[in-house]
């Protein structure tokens, strides 16, 4: 069974760099069918997809968002990684990961447990 | 960008009860659209894709259909697993946005 960790600090200062790893098991990150996504909410809020990663390099992320994000995969730890630059208390959310489904299809079929990223000094 | 809209932003059901949550994309998205179910301090759940397919272990009194821009989201008989929030999130184009989220609540 597909399971996915995210890791990383859960407490960032203002105008730095949020930085996350995705940890994935049970599976390879380096199917030539999958995409790899980040999507993020707020305390109380709703959803954000940030964005979708592939192993070759392809990478997609929301126009809100795309000055400050940059995503990876490193098939050599089976992990996918966020990083997220000039945060501000508006980035603190819970930030999960998770695979699509693939085949072309999108939809977001395999989730991490989400983790809670404050940004304060 | 492409607006997703749901309808309504909460309601109030008992078990049993049938329930339908409509999302309402800005523009055709053709059957480019996918139901989550959300319980709180959980990830979301994947119940549907492409519109109507129902993802797999997910109950059958689940059902999306629809297609362009109105889709709909049929809890055939509500059980106590089912209070939660739901989310449509279209798949047609970046950015793959989400609507906001109806919270369905014990009435």
């Known amino acids: 069974q597909l399971q996915l960790q995210e890791s990383g600090p859960g407490l960032v200062k203002p105008s730095e760099t949020l930085s996350l790893t995705c940890s994935v098991s049970g599976g390879s990150i380096s199917s030539s069918v999958y995409f790899w996504g980040w999507i993020r909410q707020p305390p109380g809020y709703g959803l954000e997809w940030i964005g979708s990663a592939y192993y070759g390099g392809n990478t997609y992320y929301n126009p809100s968002l795309k000055s400050r994000v940059t995503m990876s995969v490193d098939t050599s730890k089976n992990q996918f990684s966020l990083k997220l630059t000039s945060v501000t208390a508006a980035d603190t959310a819970v930030y999960y990961c998770?695979?699509?489904?693939?085949?072309?299809?999108?939809?977001?079929?395999?989730w991490g447990q989400g983790t809670l990223v404050t940004v304060s000094s | 960008d492409i607006q997703m809209t749901q309808s309504p932003s909460s309601l109030s059901a008992s078990v049993g009860d049938r329930v339908t949550i409509t999302c309402r994309a800005s523009q055709s998205i053709n059957t480019y659209l996918n139901w989550y179910q959300q319980k709180p301090g959980k990830a979301p759940n994947l119940l549907i894709y492409s519109a109507s397919t129902l993802q797999s272990g997910v109950p059958s009194r689940f059902s999306g259909s629809g297609s362009g821009t109105d889709f709909t989201l049929t809890i055939s008989s509500l059980q106590p697993d089912d209070f939660a929030t739901y989310y449509c999130q279209q798949s047609f184009i970046t950015p793959r946005d989400f609507g906001q989220g109806t919270k369905v609540e014990v009435k």
């Open positions: 998770a695979r699509h489904r693939g085949d072309g299809n999108w939809a977001l079929a395999y």
